[in-house]
């Protein structure tokens, strides 16, 4: 079946219609569609878009990286934004939120909805239409949520959806929230840079975002700080605002956060307790979470970091002291010089270094802790690609050869859970 008819013919009643009726109206309508209702990788395969093993691919990422199905599926470039935000609408029964729609943004729509309630649950307020507020949501199927914006606003609240990625880039526009590094671009040498125009050009590999317009509480617009000006450390995405079009490319997010935001926790007391919770973790958070914690005495600072093409993504940090350091979720080296990092993701190996490794010296800056005199980094391994990295740094103690041993059997614990979780990932009622 073609794709479009194929999104006809899954049409049903539009959810939207109820956006007015009592929250518990609502609910009951809600889960009669749900239960009655397609996953979104069920509708792609049936439509053709999707492969039965492309399918695979993608839960078997989600597992390791995070990301709901249609923005992993952007991300490993098996469909296009667009494609993912026409069937969200047509799985959901939501209106889309084109890009167009989105990118103005009404000032006074703007004002009825709070910063932080836009950055908590990624929704952009669109427009006010007599009394119904427009608003753009990754979730538009949360009914507490749709309650307390209309309580908020006063208005009849008609949601939208849209792709997550989409919503992070114009909440970064427009009001000043900066994308997790997660969800940043990531650089490939196959894209060409963005073409020369009134604006100065920048390659995708600078290290700002550079100035964008966003709102203030008065709705009057101003520019956005620069993040960062280290280019050796901090990578970010460099879209020229005025000529971002409807297909960037950025990669995604899941239901749950990257990085943990429970109680900071001790160290393990031994290797054996962290491969423990490591081998009993069930959710990809749990397992990020487990890994930070140190399982070696001697170290003072632990990050997990995330392989994402030539770039290592912070996504968990512990560091001794301290609740999870400031700054963990914008941290993102490359892997193209020489350094510990770059040696253990090249050779899949443990590698084992002092403090002469300037990166490692960025690192312990950057998450505002004090420099290291030792680091000891090992590799995470599944299907024979490097898909993390374990960096842990000491102040005194140096990181011997058992050490990297032990190290290296806790990563092997981490890579066999994974495993394990695309295994149930892949089941056919997971």
């Known amino acids: ?65 995070g990301g709901r199905l249609g923005t992993t599926a952007v991300e490993m470039e098996l469909l296009s934004i ?38 908590r649950y990624t929704l952009v307020p669109m427009a006010i239409e007599g009394q119904t507020l427009h608003i753009a949501m990754r979730d538009p199927h949360n009914v507490e949520l749709l309650e307390d914006l209309r309580y908020r606003s006063g208005l009849i609240i008609k949601p939208y959806v849209a792709p997550e990625l989409r919503l992070y880039y114009i909440l970064e526009k ?98 054996d307790q962290a491969i423990q919770a490591i081998e ?53 080296i490359s892997l193209v010089p020489n350094s510990t990092l770059q040696r253990a993701f090249k050779t899949n190996e443990t590698v084992v270094a002092d403090h002469s490794d300037p990166f490692q010296q960025l690192i312990a800056n950057y998450l505002q802790v004090q420099p290291p005199r030792h680091c000891c980094v090992a590799p995470i391994c599944v299907e024979s690609e490097v898909v993390q990295l374990l960096c842990l740094q000491s102040h005194g103690t140096p990181f011997d050869q058992r050490a990297a041993t032990e190290l290296q059997r806790v990563c092997k614990a981490a890579a066999f859970s994974y495993q394990r979780l695309i295994g149930e990932a892949a089941a056919p009622d997971a």
Not at 34 to 54: D, I, Y
Not at 211 to 228: K, Q, W
């Open 280 to 332: 009993t973790a069930t959710t990809r958070v749990d397992l990020a979470t487990a890994l930070a914690r140190p399982c070696l005495p001697q170290a003072a600072l632990s990050v997990l970091f995330l392989c994402r093409g030539n770039m290592a993504v912070g996504i968990e940090a512990w560091a001794h002291g301290a609740a999870q350091p400031p700054g963990i979720n914008e941290l993102v």
């Open 82 to 119: 667009n494609a993912v935000s026409q069937w969200l609408a047509d799985q959901l029964q939501v209106p889309e939120a084109t890009q167009q729609a989105l990118s103005s943004p009404m000032a006074d729509a703007v004002k009825l909805v709070p910063a932080d309630i836009c950055a």
């Open 174 to 271: 427009y009001f000043g929230i900066a994308r997790h590094a997660r969800f940043r671009r990531v650089p490939t040498q196959q894209r060409p840079a963005p073409p020369a125009s009134g604006e100065i050009a920048r390659s995708y590999l600078e290290p700002t975002v550079g100035p964008a317009e966003a709102f203030s509480s008065s709705g009057e617009t101003g520019p956005l700080p620069l993040v960062v000006d280290n280019v050796e450390l901090v990578y970010l995405d460099a879209v020229p605002r005025s000529h971002a079009d409807d297909d960037f490319e950025l990669t995604i997010d899941e239901t749950e956060p990257e990085s943990s935001t429970s109680e900071h926790a001790g160290r393990w007391t031994h290797v």
């Open 1 to 65: 079946m073609h794709c479009e008819s194929a999104r006809v013919a899954h049409s049903r009643a539009p959810f939207y219609h109820i956006a007015g009726r009592s929250a518990g109206q609502v609910c009951d309508t809600l889960n009669e569609y749900m239960a009655t209702s397609k996953k979104l990788g069920q509708l792609l395969c049936e439509a053709g878009l999707l492969t039965p093993a492309q399918l695979q691919q993608i839960l078997a990422a989600q597992v390791v990286n």
